[in-house]
């Protein structure tokens, strides 16, 4: 859905109907699919570094968390 485009991009496919008409309830929708998707999508590779106790390989893949997080045991 969102792959490969920008900001601009994005909000330029899901304003405007089939028919050129603008629509600002699709920009919405869109966003709620592309967060439902994105965050499943985070949920499932975080609990796979969970069950495999990875979590230092997860947090330093993952931009937020590289270098801020320490996952070890205090």
């Given at each position: 859905?969102?792959?490969?485009?920008?900001?601009?991009?994005?909000?330029?496919?899901?304003?405007?109907?089939l028919?050129?008409s603008?629509?600002?309830?699709?920009?919405?929708?869109?966003?709620?699919?592309?967060?439902?998707?994105?965050?499943?999508k985070?949920?499932?590779?975080?609990m796979e570094?969970?069950?495999?106790?990875?979590?230092?390989?997860?947090?330093?893949?993952?931009?937020?968390?590289?270098g801020?997080?320490?996952?070890?045991?205090?």
């Amino acid at each position: 859905m969102c792959r490969g485009k920008d900001l601009i991009s994005f909000k330029d496919d899901f304003t405007h109907e089939l028919d050129g008409s603008f629509n600002s309830n699709l920009l919405r929708s869109a966003d709620k699919v592309h967060e439902l998707v994105s965050g499943s999508k985070e949920f499932d590779e975080s609990m796979e570094a969970i069950k495999s106790d990875d979590l230092p390989a997860y947090y330093e893949s993952k931009e937020f968390t590289k270098g801020r997080v320490d996952p070890s045991p205090k």
